[in-house]
């Protein structure tokens, strides 16, 4: 989603991730002793200085949580690392929408800890998505397709990364109260890896793959509008994963504009 | 050549050995495959010079001969025959050591690959006096197919396994067929684990207690049958030196195995594993003591020993390294009372490395007791 033209665009998102085992490349289930924790906050803030364009800056903090067998809990907590983006609607009609996503993320220096932060993978990613527009004249129903991929070049201390993702939403507004519109929406995905990197870990230098599935609900007030702002609570499950972690996803973000507008 | 005639003519053809497997704490074994089913007999004779015959009449094609009444650490000459005809040369074969010796040395090789490599490991090791060498595991590439065994493996190793066992841990590589069974169908292992099988195991030599992993084939998680028996093996054993081992590394400036760190590493130290070996990485490394996932002070020594003939992968040293090096090489580890040394050897036969770990007291604690090894020597 990019902002109107002249104004900012806050996104904050907080994730909680709960896997409760890593699944290997031969499907056997890893678990772990207790569930871990796996808590990252991401404020993405882009501005749009003409229309159908906008720049932006990424910054996530992780905090996770790792109960130890025999043992007590580790824990760990930071700024994993943080990127820069620019945003592009090259198709924006009354019925769909449409943006790509060029970011470079830089991250932390990868360390010798058990429970780390960071991977240590500087990348670079390209997203594109294609969803339905908020305009009165858009249609009845809501979704969405989302497809990134990502690659890190090789450093003297990890090993090249490529991985490709893609998930699809479907939906439609249920019910109106406060003023806002309440809409849910089926998620369902898939991603592929050449490694296990997840929630900063390098869990396994493998080809790592999962499917998920889960459901969105989106909370939107003034939609369509300028002054659009909204909320939406995102469950999901890993499916299938091989050489990856499993476990539930809880997602929730709130994204809005602010800024003096200059009309869209 | 007439003689060779004559086998081929009777359907007698050695096909692979002898070599020597490992049942169980006292039992060592002595092992051929002929071409076609055909009977089987060792002659043998003890240290003392009394001799001995195994007979057995059944018709088969791998041949296994327990030898369980040992006296411990002697060394038995042995000449095995199918249809009376002499399969191989005659050769030695160590007897375990029992719980009162506590002097013995070992091998540890990982990642053998085909060429000079392999072979010019097993000299030394024959060179060393070891009495038996764990693998790491990959002992085939690049899938472990049976049909390749020879060629890479029994082959190249045949000087050192006419005389000793090799007791491997099953690789990524040696699972990519049919979940590691040419493996557990071409060696003969302990089978006390919780499955029954050979995936993996536990056996006694001396004063130290060895556990073989498996993190390729089956669940290590927690809760786990592995994960349970570790646990049982560990508290329940009350040799002074406890040993692990098995392919990848949780602590590698190759590349570590996290899962494995975060799940196994605590209870290595909880119950008092003094080394863990490992292969994957092509490179041989140690770690300093790591308790805690931090160091130094007192903890499990991680060594990766995966030079056995596999081409060298290149490495970023980390903070936890205390050694590391891109060499083909073996380690042998000499345990006598109260000390452990481990040393790094290239296919020459030159030490690089070494270790020495070594614990106040020379008797055996009560079981679970840990004892925290302290390092006195790097070079």
Known sequence: MLPPAGRFLLRLEAGWYRPSAFVDSEGVSQDFSGSPDFVLGTLRLSYSPVRRLAAGIELPYRYSRLPVPEGSVLTASGIPGAGIYLDWAPVRSSKLDSALRLEYFHSRSVSDEALTLSDGADRYSLDASLFTAETPQGPRWRGGAHSGVRYAPSTRQTSSLADWEIDLRWGCAIARAGGAEIAALALGGYAISSAARQEGLALHDLKSRRALAGFVLEADRDRGTPSSRGIALIVERDLGARNSLSGWRLTMTWTGPFGKSAGR | MLFCAAMLARGAGLVRGPVIGRIDDSTAAVVWWTDEACDTRLDGMSPGGKPFSVRRPE????????????????RYRYQAYSDDFPMGEASTVAAPRGAGDASFRFGVIGDTATGHIPAEIADRLVESGADFVIHTGDVVYPDGADELYDQEFFRPMARWLAGGPVLPALGNHDVHTDRGAPLLSNFVLPKNSATGDSRFYSFRQGNALFVCLDVESSPFGYGSPQYRWLVETLAGSDSEWKVVYFHEAPYSSGGANSVIRLILSPLFERYGVDVAFCGHEHLYERTFPIRDFGFPGPGVVYITEGGGGADLDSFQKKSYSAFAASRHGYVIGEVAPGRLLLTAHDTGGSAFDSVLLTKAGAAPGPAGAVRRPRTVGRP
Do not use: E, F, Q
């Open chain 2, 59 to 74: 018709r088969v094609t791998k041949h296994v001969v327990p030898l369980p009444d040992l006296a411990p650490g002697g």
